[in-house]
């Protein structure tokens, strides 16, 4: 059997060492169009940031350590420019001997990624505008970072690489702007817990603005001028895009085969494109959402490894299906770490699809071991029947284990009751004897069952003040910290006590800092025989980050920046931080 691979990275590395560890006998060609195969896609930002220091280790494998461990025949610099479906045959350009020639396969596949999108903005095309993909755009963003050692970026983008880029620009005394076209960063959040993240990087003086768009830049001696379609411009000295990625389909549409609804290589469950003799798997295909199971596009690497080994495993005759991606994924922010799986509000309410959600502010790990920090969770299950949709998790320690926790229950079909009975490690260093997890279930599930009657914080402009009581039952000086307008201050160890302060005939909405007080607060009015009492979900912390001014304008006066106070700010955060 020969088996030709196009893409050396992570979809067609993994697929191609898979193969020979199937079957030692094929003839297995793999084909890669840039200079590096099996780099480090994931790691490319830190090595801008210096974080990861020497360039060899952004490479996992070489053409000759594949050769030497997996007798794989790699031909890096080598683009397939064409496929000839009825003759079963590939044209192949050497770009370093500028010479032309055709492979004939009994099996291939396509892993031939993702590319930047670059919109045709005026400005775009100049040496100090950059995206990210490769190493040779790694290369030449740390280049230009050495050698000119800029004081501004501005990137443009706030999604994952973007957000990336932000953090190592940072760690290289860089001061950023962020342009992000969205009312939010990070788009697989939702916009409540997108706000903590917004909270953090005003701490961290990143300049950002939100629902902007970059409409050109104009270069002039010196600097460069990124001109937003809100009239505002930026001076900065260099330009970073992280708008997104679109689906490499050049080779798959030329060669006739079929492209799916959202512009990816269409496959059907076993990876098998619309050629039976071709499969396809990575950033390039479409995949069906694990959750809701349309259609999508998800660019990440862990499906792209794992679809490369289905596919050479349906090769090799070892039938297996896959079934579809949640898009669990994981950022680190500064010290926050975002992470999420399955299907966010937004895109449950577009589709349609019934939900419910809570939140839980939780502590990383037991309140009394020290260093201890806040985990927020939000949690989105069906409201019939409680099965987990979705989640996201914002917080400093901890956020890698819950997000597992919970993608792993996503995919056994739990509901948020089995979440509360998970038995999870614990000891003080590491969590508290009710994991954040477990947390989040009886939340959900107390909301399920009606034990708890919630309100969001959305609602609550909504609110008619002459029918509704507001209180806040922190303690007085938390209350004097910031309330809710409107709001009585009752602290819930005083509540029983001033019962007659509380109207029965009007509608009680109780909070108080993460929902916990309030929640006991609410079943001792309901005991009490008070019928109309809600609880905030996620309490006055989701509820005051929500509803905060999102943006961070006007920051920087590009003729004021210091280098010195940025660098300062970089190696303090670098010291703290070395992750
Ligand atoms: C900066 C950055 C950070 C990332 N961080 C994360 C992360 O933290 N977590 C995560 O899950 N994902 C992350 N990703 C995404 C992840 O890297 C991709 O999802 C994954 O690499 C996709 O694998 P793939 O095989 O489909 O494509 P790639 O790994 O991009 O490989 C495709 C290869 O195919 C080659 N190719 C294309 N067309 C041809 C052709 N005609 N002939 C020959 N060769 C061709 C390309 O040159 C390319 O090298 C990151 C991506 C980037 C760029």
Redesign the pocket.
């Known amino acids: 059997m020969k088996v030709i691979v196009?893409?050396?990275?992570?979809?067609?590395a993994s697929a191609a060492a898979r193969l020979r560890r199937l079957n030692e006998n094929a003839e297995i060609i793999l084909?890669?169009?840039?200079e590096y195969i099996s780099f480090a896609?994931?790691g490319?930002?830190y090595y801008i940031g210096e974080v990861i220091r020497k360039r060899d280790n952004l490479v996992v494998q070489s053409p000759e350590s594949m050769k030497k461990r997996f007798n794989l025949d790699v031909r890096v610099l080598?683009?397939?420019k064409n496929i000839d479906i009825e003759k079963k045959q590939v044209d192949i350009y050497d770009i370093k001997h500028k010479k032309k020639c055709r492979e004939s396969y009994d099996k291939l596949i396509l892993?031939?990624?993702?590319v930047p999108i670059k919109p045709p903005v005026k400005g775009f095309d100049a040496p100090n505008v950059f995206t990210?993909?490769?190493i040779p755009d790694t290369l030449a963003i740390k280049n230009f970072i050495d050698v000119h050692n800029p004081i501004s970026a501005v990137v443009v983008g706030a999604g994952?690489?973007g957000m990336?880029l932000v953090e190592n620009l940072y760690r290289r005394g860089i001061a950023i702007t962020i342009v992000e076209l969205a009312e939010q960063v990070l788009a697989p959040l939702d916009s409540e817990m997108a706000s903590l993240i917004h909270q953090h990087l005003k701490e961290k003086k990143v300049e950002f603005y939100l629902n902007d768009e970059v409409k050109e830049v104009e270069h002039r001696e010196g600097f460069s001028l990124v001109k937003l379609g809100s009239g505002r411009e930026i001076k900065t000295d260099m330009v970073l895009i992280g708008i997104g990625v679109r689906p490499?389909i050049?080779?798959a549409k030329i060669s006739g085969l079929e492209i799916g609804e959202r512009g990816g290589i269409k496959v059907d469950r076993f990876l098998k494109t619309s050629n039976a003799d071709i499969y396809a798997?990575?950033?390039?295909i479409e995949v069906i959402d694990y959750i809701n199971g349309n259609s999508v596009l998800i660019?990440?690497?862990?499906p792209?490894n794992k679809q490369g080994r289905i596919a050479a495993n349906n090769i090799c005759g070892m039938t297996e299906e896959y079934t579809g991606t949640q898009g669990t994924?994981i950022l680190k922010v500064f010290d926050m770490t975002v992470a999420t799986t399955g299907n966010n509000e937004k895109l449950l309410k577009r589709l349609n699809i019934p939900y419910e959600k809570s939140f839980s502010h939780s502590s990383s790990h037991a309140g009394y071991y020290p260093d201890a920090l806040s985990l927020s969770i939000k949690l989105i299950f069906s409201p019939d029947n409680g099965k987990i949709l979705g989640a996201q998790i914002v917080g400093y320690d901890g956020v890698d284990k819950r997000i597992d926790v919970i993608a792993t229950a996503i995919r056994a079909g739990m509901k948020v009751y089995d979440l509360e009975k998970l038995e999870l490690a614990y000891a003080p260093s590491y969590s508290s004897a009710k994991d954040p997890v477990n947390m989040a279930g009886y939340v959900a599930s107390n909301i399920l069952k009606g034990d708890s009657v919630i309100i969001h914080w959305h609602d609550i402009e909504k609110l008619n003040h002459e029918k509704t009581v507001l209180i806040d039952v922190r303690t007085p000086k938390e209350f004097s910290l910031g309330t809710i307008e409107g709001a009585k201050n009752i602290p819930v160890d005083e509540l029983r006590n001033r019962l007659n302060e509380i109207p029965q005939d009007r509608e009680i909405i109780i909070f108080c800092q993460v929902g916990l007080r309030s929640y006991i607060a609410c079943r001792i009015l309901r005991q009490k025989g008070y019928k109309k009492v809600k609880n905030l979900s996620g309490g006055y912390k989701t509820y005051f980050s929500a509803v905060q001014r999102q943006d961070n304008p006007n920051i920087f006066q590009y003729e004021k920046i210091e280098k010195s106070d940025l660098i300062k700010a970089s190696e303090s955060f670098y010291h703290r931080n070395s992750r």
Do not use: K, Q, Y
Request: net charge negative; proline share 7%.
């Open positions: 196009v893409g050396g990275v992570a979809g067609g084909l890669e169009r840039g896609n994931c490319l930002p080598n683009e397939v892993s031939p990624g993702a990210l993909r490769d994952f690489i990336e490499e050049t080779l798997v990575g950033d390039a660019p990440l690497a862990g792209a994924s």
